[in-house]
């Protein structure tokens, strides 16, 4: 039976009408798509940040304006802000934290960028310096004036927890609480915190900006690199473009706006890849220490984003055996109608 069928599809015939589809099905496979984003939504962006969906939010220092675009570069939101805000985050696209030191704020907005709630700390606090919102219940807060970390349940307005913590709040640029430790971020370096105000560990880090948790990892995005925090080995570095304006990541992809163009870099292929950071003065850990290979610097494949962020197994795809079965199928019946 598979004799006659393979027969009959390279039938002189069939042959070529064979080939048409092999190749037809193989491009349509591989084809590439173009992310319509073009260099004026990019431009003079300060800040942007990919969530799991492939869609991208870009925020502009200069107007305030803070942008959500799908994948084909469709506008999902736009909030137009008085004064500066920083972007905790959008691994939860229905509830992005949005704070302002100015305005002595915190801002949730939905998936449209439309507010859902606002947490004013003018009348409870002192000055607050930076904000984490742990959940859709509780922020941590850094307050200046009094220097202490506060615990705080905005639902039902209570302080559950507040502890001393008389570091300098020169340059802060992000907080992050996670299993009973405090990460600060500057922009020139990292400290890891106990609650007992103990310095567990820090590093030097050039022109960080904020942090990313991804399960029990915390990453830090810089202007040009991503940098994964490591405590048996440090500051392990996982990406990074000199030539980068910005750079992050979702968990399918590292993203990064060169040269007002933006570019996409597939995860697997910078998975085996993590050059190891180099022990030494800048990086200071009471955990015991263990030997660390040299430093290497893995300049990833660059490619221009041509597709949408989506794994093939998400988009519905069939197994190529199971399309090659119904392409001899097909192609038997052709056999019988004497085409």
């Known amino acids: 039976m598979v004799a006659f069928l393979w027969s009959a599809i390279f039938s002189k015939n069939n042959l070529r009408l064979f080939q048409f589809i092999i190749i037809f099905f193989f491009c349509s496979m591989y084809a590439q798509k173009a992310l319509p984003l073009d260099t004026l939504k990019l431009k003079e962006a300060r800040d942007m940040l990919a969530d799991d969906y492939g869609n991208l939010y870009i925020y502009k220092n200069k107007d305030f304006s803070f942008t959500k675009y799908d994948s084909l570069g469709k506008q999902l939101g736009k909030m137009m802000l008085t004064v500066p805000y920083k972007i905790q985050g ?6 992005v934290p949005l704070f302002s030191e100015n305005a002595q704020e915190l801002k ?4 449209n960028l439309n507010e859902i709630q606002k947490v004013d700390f003018k009348q409870k606090f002192g000055f607050i310096k930076m904000t984490y919102a742990e959940d859709l219940q509780q922020i941590w807060l850094l307050d200046e004036s009094s220097k202490r970390l506060i615990q705080y349940n905005f639902r039902n307005d209570t302080t559950i927890n507040s502890y001393p913590f008389d570091a300098s709040f020169d340059d802060l640029t992000d907080l992050l609480v996670f299993e009973n430790k ?3 971020l500057t922009k020139k370096n990292i400290r890891v915190y106990t609650f007992k105000f103990e310095k567990i560990f820090e590093a030097e880090i050039e022109n960080g900006k904020r ?8 990453l830090v995005i810089t202007n040009n690199s991503i940098i994964k ?3 048996e080995k440090g500051m392990v570095k996982i990406f990074q473009d000199p030539d980068a304006q910005i750079v992050d990541k979702n968990t399918l992809a590292y993203f990064e706006i060169k040269a007002n163009k933006l570019y996409l870099y597939n995860l697997e292929n910078n998975k085996e890849t993590e050059p190891h950071a180099e022990s030494g003065p800048e990086q200071k850990s009471t955990e015991k220490p263990v030997d660390k290979p040299e430093e290497k610097k893995v300049e990833p494949t660059e490619m221009p984003i041509e597709k949408e962020v989506e794994t093939r197994q998400n988009s519905g795809e069939k197994p190529a055996d199971s399309t090659l079965e119904k392409l001899i199928e097909d192609s038997s019946e052709v056999q019988k109608v004497g085409i």
């Open 211 to 218: 942090f990313r948790r991804e399960n029990e990892f915390i």
């Open 229 to 231: 925090y490591v405590p």
């Open 90 to 95: 959008v691994q939860n696209p229905l509830s």
């Open 108 to 111: 949730f907005v939905d998936q």
């Open 182 to 184: 405090i990460y600060i």
